[in-house]
């Protein structure tokens, strides 16, 4: 019977099978090698996966807040006493409000011409004001160069004169620096049906009246001093009441339901939001506002306030966790298979590195032809000259295939 006809390689190759094949090595390094990779996986998935970052719980981070604030306190300033009406706004009581620190205030301001007030709109003549833009930050300019006072003549303005002096000296209002901020935060996680707030049980009304945050002494208490707010941010009360500033109070809800609800707890941390508050254009925070009212003769006035101030966000994060079948069987299997990756470090170092690699790959790889075909048997006593170890510390399991190597 004449021969099969041989089959192209690539068919060979593509419809071949591969199966692991066990060998162990005794070899001190390779053994250390791969028992400390496998201790340090295991000890990453039991100290940080598990006890660190809780994988075995379910989370829910889909937080429901509700922010109400309310600031307490009088003050002085310009000759009169102002409470929390003249210097917080918006009055809502929302997450986010200013407390007014200092302003600059242009009365009686009218529909009109005047000179513009800015040093920029310096002028000698008319012929200065006509190449220059059509507006400025006070009003339409008229091509007109007149007098400002006895000594300084600047571009005239249509608008509201005068014209705001924004660059005048004005005192800060210390007493702001011991106005005190109540927080009412209620928060809610829907997945697990918690429900929260930084406010003490019912019948301790009294006892929160007297109390004042501090980090270590009070960190519960929801009441804090505006001062002790800008410190705890890292910032000087004077110099941010003077520019004005965005502060963060953050609040958060981090919270393991496998324990008791009530310790659940909220943190307060502090931070300035406005990241360029050194930089040269538009330093800290101010806003203009204005009132308006009719005068004697009728026409229509305002009062102009550029008022600086401390803005305050009050911001609510968290999340809750709660023990779960699900991730903890997944991370469990994770953990185990992680521990194969030493098999694959000792592998490489086997293969690559150690003396009689050769050896251990002649030992490790094996191709079995077909049955059928007549192959010579490899016989795992027989050894080529010089091999690592000798052919008498080899031994072969006639039940499970397993090669024993000494090295």
Not at 182 to 209: D, M, Q, T, Y
Not at 257 to 269: G, I, N
Request: net charge positive; aromatic share 10%.
């Amino acid at each position: 019977m004449p021969p099969p006809c041989p089959r192209p390689r690539w068919v060979t190759d593509f419809f071949s099978y591969e199966t692991p094949k066990s060998v162990v090595v005794k070899s001190w390094v390779v053994g250390v090698v791969n028992r400390g990779v496998q201790l340090l996986i295991l000890a990453y998935f039991v100290g940080w996966v598990f006890l660190h970052e809780k994988a075995y719980q379910v989370r829910d981070t889909a937080i429901e807040s509700s922010v109400v604030t309310k600031v307490k306190g009088i003050g002085r300033y310009g000759g009169r006493v102002l409470d929390t009406a003249d210097y917080v706004t918006p009055p809502e009581g929302t997450s986010v409000f200013v407390v007014i620190t200092k302003q600059i205030r242009t009365e009686n301001q009218a529909q009109g011409v005047c000179p513009e007030s800015d040093a920029r709109y310096r002028c000698v003549a008319d012929r200065d004001c006509r190449g220059r833009g059509p507006a400025t930050s006070s009003g339409e300019l008229t091509g007109r160069c007149v007098p400002r006072d006895e000594t300084l003549r600047t571009c005239e303005i249509r608008g509201w004169c005068p014209a705001e002096l924004d660059t005048v000296d004005v005192p800060v209002m210390l007493e702001a620096e011991n106005f005190t901020l109540l927080i009412k935060n209620s928060v809610r996680f829907p997945r697990f049906g918690f429900e929260g707030a930084n406010l003490p049980p019912h019948g301790s009304g009294a006892e929160l009246g007297r109390c004042r945050f501090h980090p270590e002494r009070d960190p519960l208490c929801p009441i804090l001093r505006l001062g002790d707010v800008v410190r705890l941010a890292g910032q000087d009360f004077l110099r941010l009441a003077s520019t004005g500033g965005v502060l963060g109070i953050k609040i958060g809800w981090l919270c393991d339901l496998d324990h008791a609800w009530e310790r659940c707890q909220p943190r307060y941390s502090f931070t300035r939001l406005d990241g360029l508050a050194g930089a040269p254009l538009a330093p800290g925070y101010n806003f203009r506002h204005a009132r308006y009212y009719r005068w004697q003769d009728g026409t229509e006035r305002r009062t102009l306030t550029k008022a600086f101030g401390i803005r305050f966000d009050v911001l609510v994060y968290g999340n809750a966790g709660k023990f779960g079948i699900v991730p903890t069987l997944i991370n469990t299997v994770a953990a185990f298979t992680s521990i194969g990756v030493g098999t694959v470090l000792c592998d490489i170092i086997l293969l690559n590195f150690l003396k009689g690699a050769e050896h251990y790959k002649a030992r490790k790889f094996e191709e079995v032809p077909e049955a059928g075909f007549s192959a010579p048997p490899a016989s795992p006593t027989v050894c080529p000259p010089g091999t690592l170890g000798g052919c008498s510390r080899d031994k072969q399991s006639t039940d499970s295939g397993t090669f024993s190597l000494g090295l």
